[in-house]
T-cell receptor
Framework: KAGVTQTPRYLIKTRGQQVTLSCSPI?????VSWYQQTPGQGLQFLFE???????NKGNFPGRFSGRQFSNSRSEMNVSTLELGDSALYLC??????????????FGEGSWLTVV | AQTVTQSQPEMSVQEAETVTLSCTYD???????LFWYKQPPSRQMILVIR??????QNATENRFSVNFQKAAKSFSLKISDSQLGDTAMYFC????????????FGEGTQLTVNP
């Protein structure tokens, strides 16, 4: 069974641009969440989607947005990129649709560098 | 809000020996789960073990086991018969009922297994 797949794996963007990252969850998984990992802030929760609806959100500015499609695939968008957005962005999926208690499985991440 | 603290930024162990990684957490919730994830150089977060707070029995997965002390809010990971492939960053994570499936991570402990 394929794991969580994220594309692209590496990308470089210029300050002020926008970026879209894609995530395909494990087959059958319906919940997708996103995390940002930086050396300074560690791992931080961005948001979670279930049944095409955002049902949980972290403390990030509105420049960070996401969506989920009917096949559970998810995209994350960051607009007006800042240097501080340089990070590893991890997508994760879980099988159950429960509000909590799900076991979370992660992808390999997308490395974003903003120059 | 809950916090997770890993007080050991780095640890090392000889191959085949046993090592224990520490984690403490602070929460006012009564229903929660605790996890250990490892992140090897590939940067993919891999689930190591999961513990339900309502279970008194400590979770075990092959060479990995936890010592869950609920009253002390302590959740340590013991790795027995350490292998070179265990070299990774290890993260302790908390999931509380009121926060849904959001994981709150500790700062991580870099474990190096020496031959």
């Amino acid at each position: 069974k394929a794991g969580v797949t994220q594309t692209p794996r590496y990308l470089i963007k210029t300050r002020g641009q926008q970026v879209t990252l894609s995530c395909s969850p494990i087959s059958g998984h319906r919940s997708v969440s996103w995390y940002q990992q930086t050396p300074g802030q560690g791992l931080q929760f961005l948001f979670e989607y279930f049944s095409e609806t955002q049902r949980n959100k972290g403390n990030f500015p509105g420049r960070f947005s996401g969506r989920q499609f009917s096949n559970s695939r998810s995209e994350m968008n960051v607009s007006t990129l800042e240097l501080g957005d340089s990070a590893l962005y991890l997508c994760a999926s879980s099988l159950w649709g429960h509000w909590w208690g799900n076991t979370i499985y992660f992808g390999e991440g997308s490395w974003l560098t903003v120059v | 809000a809950q916090t997770v603290t890993q007080s050991q930024p780095e640890m090392s162990v000889q191959e085949a020996e046993t090592v224990t990684l520490s984690c403490t957490y602070d929460t006012s919730e009564s229903n929660y789960y605790l996890f250990w994830y490892k992140q090897p150089p590939s940067r993919q977060m891999i689930l190591v073990i999961r513990q339900e707070a309502y279970k008194q029995q400590n979770a075990t997965e092959n060479r990995f086991s936890v010592n869950f002390q609920k009253a002390a809010k302590s959740f340590s990971l013991k790795i027995s018969d350490s292998q070179l492939g265990d070299t990774a960053m290890y993260f302790c994570a908390f999931m509380g009922e009121t926060s849904g499936s959001r994981l709150t991570f500790g700062e991580g402990t870099q474990l190096t297994v020496n031959p």
